[in-house]
């Protein structure tokens, strides 16, 4: 028996460090081996082809900010205003965390955290937890920004090269701890429904506020610079020089106060900065090493068990009693009880769903921020009624925009709920008919309230562009419509109704959209020319965007009688995957 | 039995996916009234089977009879007549669940009034009346089990399907669902079962059928069972009685050909 045992620790005793290695290895070619599987599901082909299209798109996307933040450092140290580079720096921490936080998990996920299984050692643990979100969009972008930076310094003076790139990349490590830090924190919290939708609601307040103050702030400098000086607010100025001292003492302000001391001779300040980059950087360290550790420890973070509240029986009766008043005033009795069920459950859905509800606010939200900037500016160079007498065709564009989502994935909140679809005795159409009344109940209501928005914020829209926009709303919607309910189906992703970041979206779904959108828009616009050019009125493109919405209403029809055929025929693809959520 | 008197009913029910054959050519009859186990290995053929028995699977050829109506071209009757508790429970996270019964009542076609006494009745007797704020999302497992069983049987089916209603089910929640269901047969249901559990199987069902590698390779009443697996060593031994789970073990090791021997031969560096 002990020969034997001798024999098994020997075939597993390899050394510590091989084991590592191995280790590393296998979970390379693991998440190889999942997006190669990721290809062989239905519909993969489509997503690879939405890949090859849409990571150029996203390259540039890269090409731009990186290109500005090259430029800006040139500018700043080749003009002896260093310690403006700590403007980049800010702006490039905050893209790091917000496209971290707006990007969406367009591939196959693997949660590491799931590897304190498996016999490895913590270290290992940690750096695979950093490694291995090294080629994350956020992470790659700051990284591109940061060398652009270091080539912009680099080339205004030679001699600040070196240092500057020993400075920028401490920041770019310091980035790197402080964001898998605020990830694994919020993860923690976030383990739960609750502080989710929490989570969910603090941002979607913070983006609105961030909106206004840009806009505030807009028109604040414009007021400044157009030569009305009026005195600043002391209480504002304070503020701002507090803010700009506070700046030098974080990691943005380091490295550009370092790169500024050196420049100006102050070595040992210079050296003194880049010390307290350094100790931010461990500071960060530490903070992600007390979240890992517990986790590779082990802990549970799922839902709290349920604690039993037990009701009395009157509060129960009276609880039913408001059920039952409640419930009867939501009926649709218009509807077949399928479509009114569907519907009812349609709304409770929206009501807790942050993300949806975003999506109601923000048309009003943005005609509002459109209305502060009242400068007479004639926006896209169209439209004789400038920004007041366009703004309800924008926001109703607008809207459209924001439906994409909702209407290419609709079945995506339901999850292993889909299942029920096919278990009922009812019509797939009926199902899709609900959430597409829903839809469409919203967007008139947006309608609505974005023309009586801009009437009380500017001018009514004229009745020939109110009419015109409709159609075209109308005509867009239904395309949007008919070709979403099959996408829906025949390309479906889970998602959390309650989370903002990290929602599952099918790439091809997306690329299909936005074509969509931008056929739309562009006919849209180039009709819009045609009633200018030809001094006509907007009649004419009301008249000509109510037949292509009659066109698209007949197409709309077509499908939905032919969505229990296209749902049969998906089902198994359809169920499997919302079931996995 | 004819298909016509049958309960559930299917003739060369065969589903391919691919090259591959999930089930193949299965014949079966279910009586009205029954308390039916089907059983299987893993990845033998049940839960395609189910899928394919409860509408969410079309087969890829043969017929399924359910109350005599032809479930192809019938479909929406049938649904109508018969509960179904799948794999993943079908449930919506984000409803509450006196909203999620309300909701499954009234896509049966019954009245709100009905629905609201009905849902009632059946989360008292689930034991989940106290947890009318919570989202179902926020449930245990065991609670979801439960009010997924509650929304299987909220029309009244007559037939009622279950795939593996007991994993992961504590004592007292399996004890309320066992005894519901034989509530129901008493009343007359009929009820089509899956489980691994195969002492909950014997104690419950009439009628057990066994599936592996696609094919139907035992179907009866486990006293048939037994006659169809019994030796001399179990003559020998009047006392011992088989259990459904040496049935179940002889039926899958003839079929499969293993043999102790090999087993022990096989991992002889484990342990």
């Known amino acids: 028996m002990a020969g034997m045992n001798e024999v098994r620790m020997t075939e597993i005793a390899i050394g510590t460090g091989q084991l590592s290695r191995q280790q590393f290895s296998t979970i390379t070619w693991l998440r190889w081996r999942i997006f190669v599987n990721s290809l062989r599901s239905k519909g993969a082909k489509g997503e690879l082809v939405a890949k090859i299209f849409s990571y150029p798109l996203l390259a540039l996307m890269v090409l731009g900010p990186s290109t500005g933040a090259g430029l800006a450092s040139w500018y700043f140290v080749s003009q002896g205003m260093e310690p403006y580079l700590a403007i980049p720096l800010w702006i490039i921490v905050l893209l790091w965390q917000f496209i971290g936080v707006s990007t969406s998990a367009t591939g196959p996920t693997f949660d590491l955290s799931t590897l304190t299984r498996f016999p490895i050692r913590y270290r290992d643990y940690l750096l695979m937890r950093l490694s291995f979100g090294l080629m994350d969009p956020p992470t790659l972008a700051g990284l591109c920004c940061l060398i652009a930076m270091s080539i912009g310094i680099g080339i205004a003076a030679p001699a600040l090269f070196a240092w500057s790139a020993i400075n920028l990349f401490v920041y770019a490590v310091c980035l790197v701890l402080f964001s898998r830090m605020i990830y694994a924190w919020t993860e923690r919290w976030l383990a739960q429904r609750r502080t989710r939708e929490l989570f969910t609601g603090i941002i979607l307040v913070a983006s609105l506020g961030f909106q206004f103050a840009g806009q505030a702030f807009g028109r604040f400098a414009q007021k400044m610079g157009s030569g009305h000086h009026t005195a600043v607010n002391p209480f504002l100025e304070k503020t701002a020089k507090g803010l700009v001292s506070v700046n030098w003492w974080l990691p943005p302000g380091l490295p550009a106060a370092s790169i500024d001391h050196l420049h100006a001779g102050l070595t040992s300040l210079a050296v003194a900065a880049l010390l307290g980059l350094l100790a931010y950087t461990a500071l960060f360290l530490l903070v992600l090493h007390l979240r890992l550790h517990a986790q590779y420890l082990g802990e549970n973070l799922g839902e709290a068990p349920a604690t039993a509240r037990k009701k009395s029986t009157a509060s129960r009766i009276k609880s039913v009693a408001s059920q039952t008043s409640s419930e009867s005033s939501s009926s649709f009795s218009i509807l077949s009880p399928a479509v009114a069920a569907n519907l009812i459950k349609e709304v409770r859905y929206l009501l807790r769903s942050g993300p949806k509800l975003y999506v109601l606010i923000m048309p009003v939200f943005v005609v509002f921020l459109f209305s502060m900037r009242n400068t007479g500016m004639n926006y896209a160079g169209f439209g004789p009624h400038g920004i007041e007498g366009i703004l309800f065709t924008y926001g109703c564009a607008y809207t459209q925009l924001l439906f994409v989502g909702m209407i290419y994935n609709s079945l995506g909140s339901d999850g292993a709920g889909t299942r029920f679809y096919f278990i009922a005795p009812l019509r797939f159409r009926d199902v899709m008919l609900a959430k597409n009344l829903l839809t469409f109940i919203i967007f008139s209501i947006e309608a609505i309230l974005i023309y009586v928005a801009t009437s009380f914020l500017s001018t009514p829209a004229p009745l020939a562009l109110t009419a015109a926009t409709i159609a075209w709303s109308l005509f867009t919607l239904f395309l949007n419509l008919s070709i979403g309910n099959v996408r829906s189906i025949v390309s479906p992703k889970a998602m959390d109704p309650a989370k903002v970041r990290s929602q599952n979206v099918s790439g091809l779904n997306s690329l299909i959209s936005l074509a969509v959108v931008i056929v739309c828009v562009v006919l849209g616009s180039i009709m819009f020319y045609i009633c200018q050019y030809l001094h006509a009125s907007y009649w004419l493109a009301t008249a000509t965007f109510s037949g292509l919405a009659a066109l698209t209403f007949a197409m709309y029809a077509i499908v939905m009688n032919r969505m229990d055929g296209i749902a049969a025929s998906h089902a198994e693809n359809l169920t499997a995957t919302l079931s996995k959520a | ?271």
């Open chain 2, 1 to 271: 039995m004819k298909a016509m008197d049958a309960a559930i009913s299917t003739s060369g029910l065969t589903r391919r996916f691919g090259d591959f054959v999930a089930v193949q050519n299965v014949n079966l009859s279910v009586a009205p009234g029954q308390f039916f186990g089907f059983l299987g290995p893993n990845g033998a053929g049940k839960s395609t089977t189910i899928k394919m028995l409860t509408g969410l699977l079309a087969p890829t050829s043969g017929s399924i009879q359910v109350l005599g109506m032809d479930f192809a071209t019938h479909s929406i009757e049938v649904k109508r007549q018969i509960g179904v508790v799948p794999e993943g429970l079908a449930l919506f996270g984000r409803l509450t669940a006196s909203e999620y019964l309300r909701f499954v009542g009234q896509m049966y076609g019954l009245d709100r009034a009905t629905t609201l006494q009905r849902s009632e009745e059946l989360l008292e007797f689930m034991s989940l009346a106290g947890e009318t704020k919570k989202l179902i999302t926020d449930f245990s497992h065991g609670m979801q089990k439960k009010l997924a069983l509650a929304a299987a049987v909220i029309h009244g089916p007559k037939i009622l399907f279950l795939d593996e209603p007991f994993e992961g089910v504590d004592a007292i929640a399996a004890g309320t669902l066992k005894q519901m269901l034989q509530g129901m047969i008493a009343r007359g249901a009929t009820i089509f079962l899956t489980s691994h559990v195969l002492e909950i199987v014997e104690r419950l069902c009439s009628h057990v059928a066994i599936i592996n590698h696609g094919q139907l390779i035992a179907n009866g009443s486990l006293e048939e069972l037994r006659a169809g697996v019994h030796t001399q060593a179990d003559s020998d031994n009047a006392s011992a009685r088989l259990t459904l789970e040496e049935i179940f073990i002889r039926v899958i090791g003839k079929e499969d050909g293993a043999t102790n021997a090999q087993s022990e031969q096989e991992l002889s560096w484990l342990g």
